[in-house]
């Protein structure tokens, strides 16, 4: 089909209409693989001499009818979207359910007596861990499937949307209070995030889970300005070729790039060479060479990627610029300690780097450092972290640095102790910006 009717065909499929949580217009459209439980048949069995049950979230009861032979005497459903309500209603209430219209959020309060329920269901609905801990009796059950809040966040990509609610995950749940897994529960938490794929330099995986305090200047918009007026710029260490695209409209008429990592040289010839961009394989190193022409760039930029001062100004035009921002060698020495790592570039410092620059015949026209933290949300994602970034702790996995992983975990589990401060590290960096006589 041509563009126009495949356009008409997918607003008819915008019209369709959805009723309760039934994708049944979608069999054989929509397949979902299943986890290797079944909430269906956990439900049923924690229902086994109930007396009374909270299904939260029920939607239009459809899940909770197919429970119908195992309900207590007690049933009550909570559910809050108005067609939800209408259908619960018209089909729970004839069974002597009742139905209570309830707002379900992280810190929402419950219509209910304490101790009031012997089991309460939550199958993929909002919830307050405390609320469920105070209407559940003494040895009560709460049962609950959740959908991970960064589901389908690579179909949200295509459309430019990013996960609403990041931080919905297995470990933050359980930050929340409601239960303390046991180490064997933790391990296998754990390798799911070691599997978890990188690709390029994407950390969105870990929105709402890390956070990095920001230094006082923007790379980005600084190295915007400094590319208006010029004709050349050369990238060093793109990556994937992210933060360039991002300064796509103040791209000169010459662009090169250098990376060396494989999986990063793929992304960027796919994103960067059909913008008529130069990628050139390159290992960045504190004596090797560069593979250009004396003054070929206008511009050179460097974010976090190695360098030699001396072939930095050899391919730089007189009065060319060239912008740096650095990892200080030292950042997250306090994480690497729990592990027993030592920092690999120790003597990557501001300082030094302003030595090496010596009679290179570049003047410094910028030299700022800068020291803060960056902290996790759980131990999960520093698992996430350190298998993306691996110069940190070498040779990092779950299996060998069980030990710092699980020192890690008793931190957060210390009473009174919040992640920010129970998982912070320690942030540094510098930025360098030179001119060539």
Sequence with gaps: MDRDAYIALWQQEEQAPFVGWDFSYLKGRMNEELPPWSYSTRAAEVLQGATSVLDMGTGGGERLLKLREHWPVKVV????????????????????????????????????????F?????????????????????????????????????LMAVFGATPQWPDETLANCLLKGLVVMDRDAYIALWQQEEQAPFVGWDF??????????????????????VLQ??????????????????????????VVVTEDYPPNVRLARERLSPLGVRVEVVELTRDGTLPFEDAEFDVVLNRQSGFNPAEVARVLSPGGTFLMQQVDGRWGHDLM?????????????????????????????????WTGAFTFADVGAIVYYLKAVPWIVPGFSVATHLDGLL??????????VQPEVALSFAAKKFLIEARKQ
């Design 77 to 116: 459903v909570t559910e809050d979207y108005p067609p939800n309500v209408r259908l619960a209603r018209e089909r729970l209430s004839p069974l002597g359910v009742r139905v209570e219209v309830v707002e379900l959020t992280r810190d929402g309060t419950l219509p209910f007596e304490d101790a009031e």
């Design 118 to 154: 012997d089991v309460v269901l939550n199958r993929q609905s909002g919830f307050n861990p405390a609320e469920v801990a105070r209407v559940l009796s003494p040895g009560g059950t709460f049962l609950m499937q959740q959908v991970d809040g960064r589901w389908g966040h690579d």
């Design 204 to 225: 969105s995986y870990l929105k709402g889970r890390m956070n990095e305090e920001l230094p006082p200047w923007s790379y980005s918009t600084r190295a915007a300005e």
């Design 229 to 254: 007026g010029a004709t050349s710029v050369l990238d060093m260490g793109t990556g994937g070729g992210e933060r360039l695209l991002k300064l796509r409209e103040h791209w000169p008429v010459k």
């Design 337 to 369: 300690a729990v592990f027993g790592a030592t920092p690999q570039w120790p003597d990557e410092t501001l300082a030094n780097c302003l030595t090496w620059f010596k009679d290179t015949g570049l003047t410094m026209v910028t030299a700022e450092d």
């Design 407 to 416: 020192a890690l975990q008793s931190r957060l589990e210390k009473e009174g």
